[in-house]
Each structure stands twice: as C-alpha cells, then as structure tokens.
C-alpha cells in the first residue's frame, strides 16, 4: 500500500480543518433560525462531517504508514485516549458532586483536548525516536 | 539492541533513504534503528539480513542481560 508523505496528510488534514472553521464561523449562526426539527439537527451536525473526514485521514495514514510510523501514532493515540478519558471522569465526578458547574457544551473540547495531547505526544516521541521532528 | 545496519549501509554506498526505500520504511525508521533507538520487527530484521546478505545475529546483536 502506497505511503502519503507527512505533506500530503498535512495538507489534507489542514484543508479539512479550513472547511470546519468555515462552517462554525459561516454556518453554525444559522442553526438557531432553522425551526425545523431535521433541519436544525443536520446543519448543527454539518461541521462533524470534516471532522469525522480528518480521523479517517489519520486512521488512514496509521494503516499506510511503516512499523515505527505505526507505533508512534498508537502510543501518542493511546496516551491522548487515557489523559481525555482522565480528565473526563474527574470532570464529571466534580459536576455531579455540584463542585464545578459546566453545561454539557464542555463536551465540544473532547476532541480538540484529545488532538492536543495526541500531537504534543507524538512530537515529543518522534524527537526522542527520530531525532528529528517528522517521521513521515 | 547494538546492530551493524549504519556499517554495511555505508559499505553499500546508500544513504538512509535509499535504504528505507529498498525495505518499504521511511528514512527517520532507518535513522532509529542505526542509532539503536528503535528495534525492528522481526519481519524487518529478517529484511535487513536478506539484503545485506547476512545472518540475522550478525546483523543484531542484544545487549548484554543485566
């Protein structure tokens, strides 16, 4: 199976999060003047659709990628998997003990918290790997 | 794992790329395993060892047992 260079998924992953922005700044406004129930829910779903795209471009350049490529992105994923999972159940075992107040709109930062840590893990491995910083 | 990759690379006059290339694995995969900061699968290591023309223990050699 033919591999992407890091450019490649690079440049598909930032087009994808340029159409995002584009629909949360452009789009999303919109949600509150839909009255129709379908309606409302499929533009508020709109913005998932380049999200869901940009993890199956991940998932797919962990399939594509060599045997070292592969271990980096399962232990930088597994890492961000734990951490979020982490800061999820104490987060919601302050809300429920009334502790700290947050409305159900925290869950938006799942994703990005998850993209965060997994990149910050997969950076600080490749360098101690590598000793560069991509391994593509 | 101590290995002679970097060595009988060198001897064939390829760089890493060439290399990663002949085995299907990126350039930064070939640099890991020199350095010894990443031991291979055994498939890999059995890839090395056919293109070097080498046994697989000449070519890896563990570090001693502590």
Redesign the interface.
């Known amino acids: 199976m033919a591999r992407y260079s890091q450019r490649q998924y690079q440049l598909q992953v930032a087009v994808l999060m340029a159409v995002y922005a584009l629909l949360i700044v452009f789009e999303w406004p919109l949600v509150p003047q839909a009255h129709d129930l379908v309606l409302r829910a499929l533009l508020a779903l709109l913005p998932a659709i380049p999200v869901v795209l940009v993890i199956v471009t991940a998932a797919r350049q962990v399939v594509r990628g060599d045997e070292l490529q592969q271990r980096v992105h399962l232990i930088a994923l597994s890492i961000a998997a734990a951490v979020v999972s982490a800061a999820s159940i104490v987060g919601a075992l302050l809300v429920l003990a009334h502790v700290w107040r947050v409305g159900g709109d925290v869950l938006i930062w799942v994703f990005p918290g998850s993209c965060l840590v997994y990149g910050v893990t997969r950076t600080a491995l490749v360098r101690k790997l590598t000793g560069t910083w991509t391994c593509g | 794992m101590k290995n002679r990759v970097r060595e009988l690379r060198e001897k064939h006059g390829w760089s890493q790329a060439e290399l990663g290339e002949q085995l299907?694995?990126?350039r930064?995969?070939i640099?890991?395993i020199e350095?010894g900061?990443?031991d291979?699968?055994l498939p890999?290591a059995f890839k090395l060892a056919r293109l070097f023309r080498q046994r697989i223990e000449t070519l890896f050699e563990p570090d001693e047992e502590r």
Do not use: G, I, R
């Open positions: 299907d694995v990126s930064q995969t640099n890991a350095t900061k990443y291979p699968s890999l």
